[in-house]
């Protein structure tokens, strides 16, 4: 069975920094663009960032373009958010997700062409 596991939340003080990870197996982690989303309560899922098989190309959301930045390590099947200068409006639960294809679509924010997803880590910024 695929499993995302997504690892790295926490409390963090505004300007603060957080790197989340998620972990694939079960899946042919290369052959998938991949994406972190975020839900706060209250609010809709946003996409925050996707990137495809080759880690080649990447998308932000304005929200955390400049702050935020997605990578990805293939040898370990792992997906990566580097999260600095933290705001309290980045308050989430964070998730990442694999895309139906190789490279992120063109609306690879939307969360609709996405096939498997993680269970979340909570991220909370606040002083």
């Known amino acids: 069975a695929v499993q995302l596991v997504e690892s790295g939340g926490g409390s963090v003080q505004p300007g603060g920094s957080l790197r989340l990870s998620c972990t694939a197996s079960?899946?042919?982690?290369?052959?998938?663009?991949m994406g972190w989303f975020r839900q706060a309560p209250g609010k809709e899922r946003e996409g925050v960032s996707c990137?495809?098989?080759?880690?080649?190309?990447?998308y932000y959301a304005d929200s955390v373009k400049g702050r935020f930045t997605i990578s990805r390590d293939n040898a370990k099947n792992t997906l990566y958010l580097q999260m600095n200068s933290l705001k309290p409006e980045d308050t989430a639960m964070y998730y990442c997700?694999?895309?139906?294809?190789?490279?992120?679509?063109?609306?690879?924010?939307?969360?609709?062409?996405?096939?498997?997803w993680g269970q979340g880590t909570q991220v909370t910024v606040s002083s």
């Open positions: 990137i495809n098989r080759s880690g080649g190309t990447t």
């Open positions: 079960g899946l042919t982690f290369d052959d998938y663009a």
């Open positions: 997700a694999a895309e139906a294809y190789a490279y992120c679509s063109g609306s690879w924010s939307q969360g609709y062409e996405y096939n498997y």
